[in-house]
């Protein structure tokens, strides 16, 4: 039996598609729509690769600006990191009750004491929401520490930092950037002036 012969059954659906898929100007709008919505999705899912010294940033790490806040000091008065735009700054978290932290704060000091007038500060922020402000006067006058210290009474500075372990240093450049992150210590003497070195350059 010659199977050509017979008729060919198409349901509606089938037949919608052939009319659909023959005309021009129907199929150029269905691949129009797809390259449209392929360009979409591309563009929603790209990763970015850069972001400029300026723009804000969920996840602070090497390469992107240092999120800003504004905090109480130790002993009165105000400061935030935007105001020392043009410094070489390092952010460094800490807590009194906590033995690395104890042990880097001497060569944080020193190095201090060697490049403050090369425009060098250090924000020792003070993680108050899970120390107290008592504590860390001890602790600051322990170790005969000059550099300003921030109180983060609402642990809203450690969450903007991503707080992981304590102590936690971010070394930012005079822009405002992260050039360096080191999480956990105690940093050494050595890390700490030759990473400031290398930001402050030549002046």
Same mark, same amino acid.
């Given at each position: 039996?010659?199977?050509?012969?017979?008729?060919?059954?198409?349901?509606?659906?089938?037949?919608?598609?052939?009319?659909?898929?023959?005309?021009?100007?129907?199929?150029?709008?269905?691949?129009?729509?797809?390259?449209?919505?392929?360009?979409?999705?591309?563009?929603?899912?790209?990763?970015?690769?850069? &972001? @400029? #010294? *300026?723009?804000?940033? =969920?996840?602070?790490?090497? !390469?992107? &600006? @240092? #999120? *800003?806040?504004?905090? =109480?000091?130790?002993?009165? !008065?105000?400061? @935030?990191?935007?105001?020392?735009?043009?410094?070489?700054?390092?952010?460094?978290?800490?807590?009194?009750?906590?033995?690395?932290?104890?042990?880097?704060?001497?060569?944080?000091?020193?190095?201090?004491?060697?490049?403050?007038?090369?425009?060098?500060?250090?924000?020792?922020?003070?993680?108050?929401?899970?120390?107290?402000?008592?504590?860390?006067?001890?602790?600051?006058?322990?170790?005969?520490?000059?550099?300003?210290?921030?109180?983060?009474?609402?642990?809203?500075?450690?969450?903007?930092?991503?707080?992981?372990?304590?102590?936690?240093?971010?070394?930012?450049?005079?822009?405002?950037?992260?050039?360096?992150?080191?999480?956990?210590?105690?940093?050494?003497?050595?890390?700490?002036?030759?990473?400031?070195?290398?930001?402050?350059?030549?002046?």
């Amino acid at each position: 039996m010659d199977r050509s012969a017979l008729p060919v059954r198409t349901t509606a659906g089938s037949r919608f598609l052939i009319g659909f898929v023959s005309d021009p100007r129907r199929w150029g709008v269905l691949v129009a729509v797809v390259l449209s919505a392929g360009a979409i999705w591309t563009a929603l899912s790209a990763v970015p690769q850069a &972001a @400029a #010294p *300026d723009a804000p940033t =969920t996840a602070p790490r090497e !390469g992107f &600006a @240092a #999120p *800003d806040f504004r905090s =109480t000091l130790l002993g009165g !008065g105000e400061i @935030a990191l935007s105001d020392l735009r043009g410094k070489v700054v390092i952010v460094n978290l800490w807590a009194s009750w906590c033995p690395p932290c104890r042990a880097e704060m001497p060569a944080l000091q020193e190095v201090y004491e060697a490049y403050r007038d090369r425009g060098f500060e250090i924000l020792a922020v003070n993680t108050t929401y899970q120390d107290s402000q008592a504590a860390a006067a001890r602790f600051v006058q322990e170790y005969g520490l000059s550099f300003p210290v921030p109180l983060d009474q609402t642990g809203e500075v450690s969450r903007s930092y991503l707080l992981r372990a304590l102590p936690t240093s971010f070394f930012i450049d005079r822009d405002g950037v992260i050039r360096s992150v080191i999480i956990g210590g105690p940093m050494s003497k050595t890390t700490i002036q030759t990473t400031v070195e290398a930001l402050l350059g030549g002046d």
